[in-house]
Nanobody, 115 residues
Framework: QVQLVESGGGLVQPGGSLRLSCATS????????MAWYRQAPGKQRELVAG???????NYADSVKGRFTISRDNAKNTVYLQMNSLKPEDTAVYYC?????????WGQGTQVTVSS
């Protein structure tokens, strides 16, 4: 079973920062890329950032320069460092790994950016 354990969501003021984490098994982590998605109410789930098993990253234009995805190979954990947060970043954030035809998701963690 693929397990993705997320943490780090919460309430933050505009301009603030949060760091999300997603831990999985070493077997999964060494082989597959991972990604962060988010979904706001009434909107489609969108890709925020992705990272390959080799460490290559990509970002949505809306977060480029503010968010950083990284992976700690020793801890089998991927992070999403979110800086300069905006109200538009408010969403449920999901960790994702795609294996063959199946998508596996973390439980989701709420990020709310509000004053």
């Amino acid at each position: 079973q693929v397990q993705l354990v997320e943490s780090g969501g919460g309430l933050v003021q505009p301009g603030g920062s949060l760091r999300l984490s997603c831990a999985t098994s070493g077997r999964i982590f060494r082989v597959y890329g991972m990604a962060w998605y988010r979904q706001a109410p009434g909107k489609q789930r969108e890709l925020v950032a992705g990272i390959t098993s080799g460490g290559t990253t990509n970002y949505a234009d809306s977060v480029k320069g503010r968010f950083t995805i990284s992976r700690d190979n020793a801890k089998n954990t991927v992070y999403l460092q979110m800086n300069s947060l905006k109200p538009e970043d408010t969403a449920v954030y999901y960790c994702n790994v795609r294996i063959s035809l199946l998508d596996y998701w973390g439980q989701g963690t709420q990020v709310t950016v509000s004053s």
